[in-house]
């Protein structure tokens, strides 16, 4: 009798205790946004095109998936999203968009504006993968299926695969956050574009003054260039260049970096010096084979070619007033005082930036 009684006492104080699923929610019920673009519509207010996975039971747990579009204009992404929901039966939610893609035209105009409700949603997701689009962004994500995914999950891969090549870096809304409200750095994002009707590709970037696109873009070469420049080098870079009425490609996997920033005092003059030591192997030279490489010889061209090329990149980074070498967040910790009485969005252009890179050949391949 006396073991009833405590066993109805621990039933009851379990009970009491354990919270059951007051607050669950079926997939099925739900159409998850895995990416979405925003834009300047023609009556210039803001376009959101998003592509939503719905979840259908087919019993058994298995599920048919289905990958729908949809789009409508308003005065704020927040207001937009809401005709979105209202529009599509179930809960819409936002929560895992792995992409947003900034059409070029409303990029110019500033990203603060747009991603503002991003950040301000406590359930935000922050590691969402942010890029630009040549032209408008809806195009884009209109795209058919890439290997018969979720075109999100396509877009995704191919940010994957410029990321671990070089080409472009990884940058999410957390990523860029501090960039958008730092005046002594500035970003660079992924550009993405259609190639007709055949593909999509990611291999440039655009470069930003503030939160603005300055409309100014590195091209693929170059792209991978400025990221070696900023010693963001991830599994290996290809650099291509061109010697001897051929085309040698060098793969690099391994860098070193130092930076330097020196201010006159009498004149006020700043100088940043950027050194990048590039250690790779020729994977590539096509009119060379059954020939020895004169390793000394190739070094010295493909150091001349690279440091010419970066001075174009440095060049094309103060033409558009983007300071993607955090230059004045340096300046700012170290030389305070000028700091304090400079207009930094001018002074840039006037800073002399000195790239130097230096090429050390590993290995020509199992052929000399």
């Not at 091209?219 to 991978?224: E, L, T, V």
């Not at 084979?289 to 103060?318: C, F, H, P, W």
Request: hydrophobic share 40%; glycine share 8%.
């Amino acid at each position: 009798m006396r073991r009833g009684v405590l066993l109805t006492v621990w039933i009851l104080l379990c009970s009491m205790i354990l919270t059951g699923c007051w607050d669950s929610q079926y997939l099925s019920t739900k159409k998850m946004v895995n990416g979405l673009s925003l834009d300047i519509a023609k009556d210039n207010s803001l376009m959101m095109t998003i592509r939503a996975i719905q979840l259908k039971s087919k019993g058994g747990g298995q599920f048919d998936v289905k990958d729908q579009e949809m789009q409508a204009t308003g005065e704020s992404t927040y207001s937009v999203g809401r005709k979105i929901d209202s529009m599509l039966p179930g809960t819409v939610e936002a929560t895992k968009t792995h992409i947003i893609i900034v059409g070029e035209e409303l990029a110019k105009q500033g990203l603060l504006a747009p991603l503002e409700y991003f950040y301000r949603n406590p359930k935000g997701y922050l590691n969402s993968n942010i890029l630009i689009s040549k032209g408008v962004g809806a195009e884009v994500l209109s795209f058919k299926k890439i290997d018969n995914s979720p075109i999100a999950f396509g877009i995704m891969q191919l940010i994957h695969g410029a990321v671990r090549s070089t080409v472009a870096p990884d940058q999410t809304l957390y990523s860029i956050w501090s960039q958008l409200f730092d005046p002594g750095e500035d970003m660079i994002l992924p550009i993405i574009y259609k190639l007709g009707n055949k593909a999509l590709v990611v291999d440039s970037v655009g470069l930003f003054d503030g939160d603005k696109y300055s409309g100014v873009s590195l091209s693929n070469d170059n792209s991978i260039l400025l990221l070696l420049l900023l010693g963001k080098l991830n599994t290996f870079a290809n650099l291509d260049i061109p010697i001897d009425d051929s085309l040698l490609t060098l793969q690099t996997r391994k860098m070193k970096r130092a930076v330097r920033l020196a201010v006159n005092k009498k004149t006020s003059e700043i100088e940043f010096v950027v050194k990048v030591d590039l250690y790779g192997v020729i994977s590539s030279f096509p009119n060379h084979l059954g020939q020895e490489i004169d390793r000394e010889q190739v070094k010295k061209e493909i150091t001349e070619y690279l440091n010419k090329r970066a001075m174009g990149v440095t060049s094309k980074l103060q033409q558009a007033n983007c300071d993607a070498f955090g230059i004045g967040r340096r300046l700012k910790a170290h030389h305070s005082k000028l700091w304090k009485t400079i207009d930094w969005k001018k002074a840039y252009k006037e800073v002399k930036i000195r790239p130097e890179v230096q090429v050390h050949i590993k290995s020509t391949g199992i052929i000399k």
